[in-house]
Nanobody
Framework: QVQFVESGGGLVQPGGAPRLSCGAS????????MGWYRQAPGQHRELVTV???????RYATSVQGRFTVSINSAKNTVYLQMNSLKPEDTAVYYC????????WGQGTQVTVSS
């Protein structure tokens, strides 16, 4: 069973560029499409980006051109480089496969505010 630990969030000013990390333990996520999800207060969890096993990553329209997902398979880690952050990016960010098949981690809170 894969377990995820997300990190890298915090309080960020508008326009900031943090990088989130998602480490997997217990098993490898190799062979799974991996996604970053986010859940804003009072909202459903939404899929922000997917990096497939083969092919190119896909992004939600709201983050297209600002976020970049990548994988380091050797470290069993997925990254999310976030650029040009906006207040509406404020949310708890999670990683999981797409579709989500594993238990959710605790997520990492990203708060965009001046």
């Amino acid at each position: 069973q894969v377990q995820f630990v997300e990190s890298g969030g915090g309080l960020v000013q508008p326009g900031g560029a943090p990088r989130l990390s998602c480490g997997a333990s217990g098993n490898t996520f190799r062979g799974y499409a991996m996604g970053w999800y986010r859940q804003a207060p009072g909202q459903h969890r939404e899929l922000v980006t997917v990096i497939p096993v083969f092919g190119t990553a896909r992004y939600a329209t709201s983050v297209q051109g600002r976020f970049t997902v990548s994988i380091n398979s050797a470290k069993n880690t997925v990254y999310l480089q976030m650029n040009s952050l906006k207040p509406e990016d404020t949310a708890v960010y999670y990683c999981n496969s797409d579709p989500a098949e594993f238990p959710w981690g605790q997520g990492t809170q990203v708060t965009v505010s001046s």
